[in-house]
């Protein structure tokens, strides 16, 4: 019996193929393998200002957050054509080693043709030394015309006696800015080009100091306040002191409104002494 109700079901079924009957097979359903998850990899380096594309003015305040080796977060302003116009370093603010911190950077920017420019972030390996973690935010600068100043740094070769307090001028093309005073103190602290070290220049002002804070008074006092490595180097003796004091005071003292030049150093008075 049970093989005549087969034979009797095959014959239904071809009968339905035959004028066009469908017959519904429920067949189990079949799950697609799920693509593998990328992991996530978080960015050692951001930078929140300035954003991409946007316009800036001299100098560009670069700020972000870094978890770097020894917290030193590398810096560079390259130019439409990808020239390196000025590099520096700083120190993010991690409270230990593997954290991240936060960093702030005012790039003072050289004269240029063209206002595309590329604001970069980045460490170097400590392995090989190679690019690592490199973030790059292309900006558009407000103003192209030019404005030249003096920076004045130590030269052995014009002072042989090194008199300590001898300086002598450096011009530098800058793109204008509303603050041409702070540009030139900006300039200053990333110390005399590749070729002006060639021909004798020199800079005692401790690497990696920063700008604090810049603030001209109504009577014409330019108060200058420093941080970074010079808030930890010891000012050991008088030629050292007055060596640093004659680049700061010459270099600002060139601008008409400033008639004086007082010194801190993180908000500090009489820390810039022998």
């Known amino acids: 019996m049970r093989t005549k109700l087969l034979k009797g079901f095959g014959i239904l079924s071809l ?45 560009i305040h670069l700020t972000g957050e870094a978890r770097v080796f020894e917290s030193q977060l590398s810096w560079r302003l390259k130019d439409v054509n ?3 116009l000025m590099e520096g370093h700083v120190m993010s603010q991690a409270a230990d080693s593997g954290q ?11 004269a240029v043709t063209d206002p595309h420019l590329t604001v970069e972030a980045f460490q170097y390996s400590a392995m090989d030394g190679s690019v690592i973690d490199l973030v790059s935010v292309p900006v558009l600068l407000d103003r ?3 404005t030249d100043v003096q920076l004045y740094f130590h030269n052995d070769t014009l002072d042989p006696e090194i008199s300590c307090t001898e300086v002598f001028p450096v011009p530098r093309s800058m793109a204008v800015s509303e603050s041409a005073v702070r540009v030139a103190m900006l300039a200053l602290l990333q110390g005399p080009s590749e070729s002006e070290k060639e021909s004798g220049y020199s800079t005692t002002i401790p690497f990696m100091s920063e700008l604090k804070d810049i603030n001209l008074k109504s009577d014409g006092t330019l108060i200058v306040d420093l941080k970074g490595s010079i808030s930890y180097t010891p000012m050991a003796g008088s030629c050292l002191v007055g060596s640093i004091r004659a680049e700061i005071e010459q270099t600002a003292m060139q601008f008409a409104t400033v008639k ?15």
Not at 100 to 110: K, L, N, Q, S, T
């Open 15 to 59: 009968l339905a193929l035959l004028i066009g009957c469908e017959i519904t097979v429920n067949n189990p359903p079949v799950s697609e393998p799920e693509p593998d998850e990328e992991p996530t990899v978080e960015a050692n380096i951001t930078i929140e200002t300035p954003s991409e594309n946007e316009t800036v003015s001299n100098p």
């Open 82 to 84: 990808g020239n390196i």
């Open 100 to 110: 991240f911190g936060d960093y702030e950077v005012w790039i003072p920017v050289p």
């Open 144 to 146: 192209i015309e030019k």
């Open 260 to 274: 004086s030049v007082e010194i801190l150093i993180d908000g500090e008075e009489n820390r810039l002494e022998p």
